[in-house]
């Protein structure tokens, strides 16, 4: 987390444990408290405060959008992509089951969408499009203010999960037309198990989870004052400094991404190299196995993942890089290397140096592998 963030949270574990519902005076410094995080909230991506509702994380929000469709007796079909996150996928799946339709869009090689796709595949059933701005496993940047002027001129709601993007890139919900907007806390260095759901005043999706009421009836429960304080502060630091961090990003990513390409042969980057966020990298290294690479490299304290972190113990391909039609020994031989704002230039050159020695040792197990090159 950045730094101050916990100082600023522990209050509300210790002296200032009142439940933000009660009238009290306690409740009070807590409801005050949670109003404040909503407008560092809205101020990261230009909504009103009143517009931000509180959610354990992007996985809720996600669902909460997804399910809504449900309220709808006279649409039944939603348009997403074949990359998004499960917590997209596997609700669309179960919608599926009960009778919805749902396109899944293809991506092109490099990872990007065309939102020219979208416009023709909208019909006067289409409740909803959901399309992620950033991808969490190979870091291209969707079109998502296009994709947004479509569904607009068409009378459909647009949904966008802007759990990778946040922070890294400008949103503004009001010039995009953006009708929802997933955020999680801890992608931006602040705690987990918060997020937040952005729903445009007017908008009415129904809410997924039930109970005493709390924000305005939409999501029940008694809030974690203290991670949604937390969560408000990261908004703050984060809308504040995006420039610096992104750059900061940026510079760490082309030094790896060009000392990984040039001093490992049989190497690919997969996704776009230009349309791609500042932290992230996902390479192949032709003959490797990606989990063989990765506990390597955890010897090393090195840590990075393959596919999704969510996904790495069910062992399945990744569902990104499939979509993309790369090749099995592409997809298994497969790293994705993500870069913090904590990360320094010197550690960096450790990760090459190791991941260069390393991967020579791994071919040399398994020489046979990469006599061919690979697409
Ligand atoms: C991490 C992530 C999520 C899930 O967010 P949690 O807060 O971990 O539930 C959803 N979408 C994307 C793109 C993510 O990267």
Do not use: W
């Amino acid at each position: 987390m950045y730094d101050g963030i916990l100082d600023e949270m522990i209050p509300f574990f210790k002296h200032q444990y009142g439940n933000p519902s009660s009238i009290h005076k306690l409740g009070r410094l807590s409801n005050t408290a949670i109003k404040k995080a909503k407008k560092q909230i809205a101020y990261l991506i230009n909504s009103k405060p009143e517009e931000i509702y509180i959610t354990s994380g992007g996985t809720e929000s996600n669902n909460t959008v997804i399910n809504s469709i449900s309220c709808n007796k006279y649409k039944n079909h939603i348009i997403t992509s074949a990359i998004e996150h499960d917590s997209v996928l596997q609700s669309c799946k179960k919608l599926e089951q009960n009778g919805f339709r749902i396109t899944y869009l293809k991506v092109s090689d490099d990872g990007l969408i065309d939102p020219q796709n979208i416009a023709e595949l909208i019909t006067d059933k289409t409740y909803l499009v959901s399309i992620m701005h950033v991808n969490n496993e190979i870091g291209t940047i969707q079109p998502i203010h296009k994709i947004s002027e479509i569904c607009h001129s068409k009378n459909v709601l647009f949904h966008s999960d802007a759990v990778q993007s946040a922070g890294k890139i400008n949103i503004d919900v009001q010039n995009s037309k953006i009708d929802m907007l997933t955020l999680s806390s801890h992608k931006i260095n602040g705690p987990k198990g918060v997020g937040a759901l952005y729903i445009k005043t007017g908008v009415k999706i129904l809410p997924f989870i039930m109970g005493g009421g709390q924000q305005n009836g939409f999501r029940s429960g008694t809030e974690n004052v203290a991670n949604i304080v937390g969560f408000g502060i990261a908004c703050k630091l984060t809308t504040d400094n995006i420039l610096k961090n992104s750059t900061h990003c940026n510079t760490l990513k082309n030094y790896l991404s060009y000392q990984i390409l040039h001093q490992i042969p049989y190497t690919k980057l997969n996704g776009t190299q230009e349309l791609r966020v500042s932290n992230n990298l996902n390479f192949s290294f032709l003959g490797v196995n990606g989990e063989d690479l990765i506990n390597k490299l955890d010897e090393h304290e090195i840590f990075v993942s393959t596919g999704s972190a969510c996904k790495s113990n069910t062992k399945k391909a990744s569902h990104v890089l499939k979509s993309m039609g790369l090749s099995y020994e592409r997809i298994n031989s497969s790293i994705r290397i993500t870069i913090g704002i904590h990360n320094t230039m010197d550690e960096m050159k450790y990760v090459v140096v190791v991941l260069k020695k390393i991967i020579e040792e791994l071919r040399h197990d398994s020489p046979f592998k990469y006599k061919y090159d690979f697409k």
